[in-house]
C-alpha cells in the first residue's frame, strides 16, 4: 500500500501522512521539495515558492527519482512526490516537467501496479489563510498558487493513469479520523475490526 498526499500548503499533509502511518503501520516519506525550499529560504528569504527557479524544480524531482532507487518499504505514505512535484513545475518550469516526465510517469505507474494511490486534499480557503506558514507575495497571491498546484498535481495523476481517490476536505475532522477514512478507501484490507 502507497498513498500519496497532494494539496495546497496548509491543508494538513504532513500531519495526516503522520496519522497515516500510525493507522497503517507505514513509513512515511516527507516532501523533499518543503526541505529543499527550508534550506533556499536560510540562505534568501526571496527563494519563496512563488519565485519559479527551474533549478530549484530540477532539483526537487531528481531528488525524488533518486529517493526512487532507495529499497520500498511494503506500506509507504509520500507527501507529495511525483505527482505533486510536476504540479509545481508545469506551473513554474514546464521545459524541467518536460524533461523529466517519462522517467517519473514510469516510476509512478510502476507503484501504482504495487497498489499506490493518490489522495488529494482540499481545506476551505479561510482554514488554509489560518494555516499558511510560506512567505512571498501577498495571502491570496499564495492561496492562489498552491491551489493552482494542488489541482496540477492531481491533473497529471490522471493523466499519468494513477488511481486518484475522492478529494477530502482536513477543514473540520482530526487527522486521525481522516486517516482511518483515507485507509478504508485505500486499502480496506488495513482497516482494523
Known sequence: MYICLIG??????????????????????EELGRV???????Q???????????????????GDL?????PWPERCVLETWHPGNFGYAWVRSPEVATRFEALARS???AL?????????????????RARLGEPGGTEDERLDFFGLVANEGVRVARAWGLRV??????????AEVIARRIVKQAAPQLVQH
Not at 66 to 70: A, G, I, P
Not at 165 to 174: C, E, K, R
Open 8 to 29: 495546497p500548503h496548509g491543508v494538513g499533509k504532513t500531519t495526516l501522512g503522520k496519522a497515516l502511518c500510525r493507522e497503517a503501520g507505514a513509513v512515511y516519506r
Open 36 to 42: 529543499l525550499r527550508d534550506e533556499a529560504l536560510a
Open 165 to 174: 481517490l475522492p478529494a477530502i476536505d482536513t477543514s473540520d475532522d482530526a
Open 112 to 128: 501504482s501496479a504495487r497498489g499506490l494511490v493518490v489522495q488529494p486534499l482540499t481545506a476551505r480557503r479561510e482554514v488554509l
Open 66 to 70: 533518486q529517493r526512487d532507487l532507495t
Open 44 to 62: 534568501d528569504p526571496d527563494a519563496t515558492a512563488l519565485r519559479f527557479d527551474a533549478d530549484f524544480d530540477h532539483r526537487v524531482i531528481e
Open 107 to 109: 516510476r509512478a505507474r
